[in-house]
């Protein structure tokens, strides 16, 4: 995916004075990149992925000039206990599709997160259950998953087009009412 899309995805999910971000199931870290550039180099970044080739993979293709220790590569399963600090924000950018539980998962994520806190996801739109998409949600789903594990104002960003489905939308919800 060209870069530009990756930042029309989630740039509205991002506000001005985040510091702590994380992004769950981060693959290649596209998205991770992504918001390095959107939140700069002040701000600590946790890519957590479980596969560990593919962690070390992204790790080594980092780019060099952003050498940044704010950058964290955590080996781990976001379903399990992670060990973060309290995020501003954390995205789910196709990982949460691979998730039989949702909602448990989307629960427990809420711990992560600052009370002003968002919660910002990537999924297709109009995908079939498959291998690569095992749990499909389309955003009207998204919005019933979020409002049942305890989040509000769930929020469409923008959808782009794909090969697969109907596009790719992003979407964002917060714990807080405010
Ligand atoms: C389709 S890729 C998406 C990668 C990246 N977020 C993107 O959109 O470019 C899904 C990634 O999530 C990871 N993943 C799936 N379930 C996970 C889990 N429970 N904990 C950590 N990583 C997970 C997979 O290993 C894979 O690298």
Do not use: C
């Amino acid at each position: 995916m060209e870069s530009a899309t990756l930042v029309r995805l989630i740039k509205d999910a991002v506000r001005s004075g985040d510091r702590v971000w994380a992004d769950l199931g981060s693959g290649g870290g596209a998205f991770t990149r992504t918001l390095r550039a959107l939140l700069g180099a002040e701000a600590d970044i946790y890519s957590v992925e479980r596969n560990a080739a593919t962690l070390r993979q992204q790790r080594k293709a980092w780019p060099v000039e952003d050498g940044s220790p704010r950058t964290h590569f955590v080996h781990a399963d976001f379903t399990g206990a992670l060990d973060l600090p309290p995020l501003d924000g954390l995205l789910l950018a196709n990982a949460l599709h691979f998730v039989a539980d949702q909602i448990g998962a989307l629960r427990q994520l809420r711990h992560y997160l600052k009370p002003s806190g968002t919660l910002a996801i990537v999924e297709y739109e109009g995908r079939s259950a498959s291998p690569y998409v095992p749990f499909p949600i389309p955003y009207d789903a998204f919005e019933r998953l979020i409002t049942e594990a305890g989040f509000h104002q769930p929020r469409r960003l923008t959808t782009v087009a794909t090969r697969y489905g109907r596009g790719m939308y992003s979407a964002t919800a917060r714990l807080s009412l405010a």
